[in-house]
DNA sequence: CATGGACTGGAACGTTGTTCCAACATGGAC
DNA sequence: GTCCATGTTGGAACAACGTTCCAGTCCATG
């Protein structure tokens, strides 16, 4: 019943995804075409499709391949599991800018699943009340991928121009430019943006959640 | 020193915005492309280059028109405007899915200036303490964008198969045959899944990072 | 050794964003 | 009234992309 024993040298959709998500971190999103990933592999076009459907299908299995390697639960406090689910997806993002985008184009795929089953545990065991799991694992989620999403966004942008700092600083001088009357926030904000660590602001936000969690619990 | 007055049928990026947002809304974000832009003008792609830049730009240029509509703050009390800032992002991203899309797509441009400037003012009047501002508004911001990326995914799917209950429901027998044992969370949640209400889950987002934000208030 | 299904490589197709340029319109200078 | 410089237009052309198609190669099995 067994399928007959494959070429030796056969490709499979592991070194293809393997391919892929090397070509994503060295060269980009943009960089990832199905000619750059014949050439890698040595191989045509029809071979690779032989193996994966289309284009969506090999992000997506890009994306989780990602994703599952990040998501081990461990059986630490709740509040301290949920941090680390959400650093670890923060740190992944960082490392994997191109999975940020992935995650807001094609939702419900396994590796959404996975996120949410990771914060799903500590939500229950932290003794939110069922009704109400549904909507907190949802917000961390959501806060999760929004910031997923921006990270891979400034990545995209960054790599195009120069160093982050110089970036964020420029960045910083054309906010403080804006109409005083229309974006006084904005100005504010814009004094401290060039020594801002973003993964501690996300942190802070998770924490932010976190507390409007506690509030929940009876 | 004006520049002379144009041709009186001249084209602008106006028209060329108003017309991709019309594209945009009744056949989806795959269908803008500069040959369909051209037919429904009447025009040729040179025209529109001359004022356009390129398709990001229109798009930025689109994305930037739909929010400026709905950012109009008003003084009501600090956690009903910020609710009330939230819910008119959600709903024009409703009416606009792909608008969430670009959101994520390319960020720090006007649109998300504005909605940064739009909570900022009521963080500052509810006494938030200046340092964390910036943490308080860029984590309502991002859940924000999260809920906008996930909703204009979701638009992609549904539009593409049936209806909005039948994918729901489908969806919940789809995590409803997951592993027991490795996803119990999710099963969980699948029952709820096809009556739950988008809308009023996210509001419950935005009331749980508002809850925390009101713990830091001295 | 022959067979047939698993698998491969590459040519080809249709579509996309973008560039380029010859032509046109218009209002001020003469 | 004529003419020209500038602003604007329409469409042909290009390179790159995802995808399809198919003739051919490999090899466990009969």
Redesign the pocket.
């Known amino acids: 019943m067994a399928?007959?024993?494959?070429?030796?040298?056969?490709?499979?959709k592991e070194r293809i995804v393997e391919a892929a998500i090397e070509i994503l971190d060295t060269e980009g999103e943009?960089?990832?075409?199905?000619?750059?990933?014949?050439a890698r592999?040595?191989?045509?076009?029809?071979?690779?499709?032989?193996?994966v459907?289309?284009?969506?299908e090999?992000l997506a299995a890009t994306t989780n391949d990602v994703i599952a390697r990040v998501m081990t639960v461990g059986d630490a406090e709740p509040h301290d599991a949920i941090r680390a689910i959400a650093l670890g997806m923060f740190d992944a993002i960082d490392a994997h800018p191109w999975v940020g985008a992935q995650l807001s184009r094609e939702p419900w795929q396994l590796a959404m699943l996975r996120i949410f089953e990771a914060v799903g545990g500590p939500l229950r065991r932290l003794g939110v009340p069922e009704r109400a799991q549904f909507n907190c694992a949802s917000a961390l989620v959501n806060y999760i991928l929004g910031v997923a999403g921006q990270n891979a966004a400034n990545a995209r942008l960054v790599t195009a121009g120069t160093d982050r700092t110089a970036f964020l600083g420029g960045l910083a001088d054309q906010w403080a430019r804006l109409d005083a009357e229309e974006y006084p926030f904005v100005r504010q904000i814009a004094a401290g943006l060039p020594e801002h660590d973003d993964r501690e602001q996300f942190l802070a936000g998770i924490d932010l959640i976190l507390a409007g969690i506690d509030a929940l619990i009876p």
Chains 1, 2 share one sequence.
């Open positions: 399928t007959r024993s494959q070429r030796a040298d056969a490709l499979s943009s960089a990832l075409t199905f000619r750059a990933l014949t592999l040595a191989t045509g076009s029809g071979a690779i499709y032989w193996h459907a289309n284009k969506n090999l």
